[in-house]
């Protein structure tokens, strides 16, 4: 039995336009995931053919759930757990809701902590402190070690990133979420441009493309589609109740389907644009490309002094990574923030001050388990490397296997269609038709997520993934 209780905030913010929307839901996609972690897993994971395999997963699971994701807030008008709870008839499903709430929770803490460290870069860079790194990642390592490692410095950062988050959450959907994004989207694309112009101006440049671009199947292998699978999620901001709650701010003029497309179309385009200027640039410096996760915050700081303008080619580079966290960031913490506001009545400013303090606290604790004081020794990581590790490779896919689970098994095909063609002028095929495709789809995407959920068990528990089982 469904129960279609109306939401009862009857004054509930909607998004100002659909290029809003638009912006707004590739913000939240756009992230450190973009520009930061899939360059050098393209990279070090044979290149195109790895670009291949994670386009296939966003297109197989990303998309259906996406649009799964929208579907459920805009037929809500509700956050996570309200539109579960209400989808649902008030039964368990519910607490596929609170998931979402608590790894908004987990994320956030240790995303806030990056988040500081791309404005501390941004700040270095900007008064030339990159300078006395040229041409020397030793140096330049021991420098972020050294940074991330300290008890004070990266905390204030992080509570200044934090306030960022905060002060536009506290404004609302229409003048904070979506004016942020309508001023940062565009700034991120117009200067990843123009580093990409650059980096593919200098002498030996183009190496650069073929590194990231052209397909090397033989470094393909099982663990790199796992992590394309893991990333389809992290990066289209999936599996946590997000893109509900975005949805729930949609009016039913808009079309979903090509919406979900445009967000899918720019999370890509910006992560090959990100990961174009990376290694332009790299390769013409003749710097070492499979630095890894080091890349962005220990290479580029040793080469971007030696470019031409490299003070604000450097600048540049870490104000794009810093706004594309931040609009990550602010997506995460309205889904909390939703959460109170719709379900316990608190004013939007209780809810953002409350829980972007507590969070900030939680971060604080983060950030000082990468130096002296690792509160999780016993685990043999960081603190922070936990969260990360249980956020991407747990939570987010669990949250995102559900969902696909609960639409086949609770809300039914049928009524996910009907939700999907509001907005919809051309039809070209039977319904029929679409019912199939989009059961087709979920669940394709539930069974690969739950092999992925299974394989990262087993990995954990016994040390022996499914494919190293298979004897890959
Ligand atoms: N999509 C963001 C990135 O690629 O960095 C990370 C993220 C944001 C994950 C929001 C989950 C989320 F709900």
Redesign the pocket.
Known sequence: MRIQKENPMTDREQWGSRLGFILAASG???????IWKYPHMAGQNGGAAFTVVYLICILIVGLPILLGELAIGRNTKLSPVGAFNNLSGLSNWKWVGFLGVAS?FV?LSFYGVVGGWTLKYTILALSGGFDALSGQPDISGEVFSEFIGSSFQPIMWQLLFMSFCIGIIVKGVKSGIESGAKIMMPLILVILGLLVFKGLSLEGGKKGLEFLFKPKFSDLNPSSIVMALGHAF????LG?G?MVTYGSYLDKKQNLFSSAIWVILLDTFIAMLAGTAIFTIVFAMGADPSAGAGLIFVVLPTIFPQIGGGVIWGTLFFFILFMAALT?AI??LEVITAYFVDEKGWSRNKATLLFGGVISLVGIFCSLSLGDFNITNFMQISFFDFLDELSSKYM?PIGGAVTALFILKKWSIPVFLDELLIGVKEKRYEKSFYQNVLRICLITSSLIVCLFIINEAFDLLFDQSLQKMAGF
Do not use: C
């Open positions: 939240s996609a756009v992230g450190l995931g973009n908004a994320i992290f990066t289209l901001s946590m997000t990550s997506s995460i987010l």
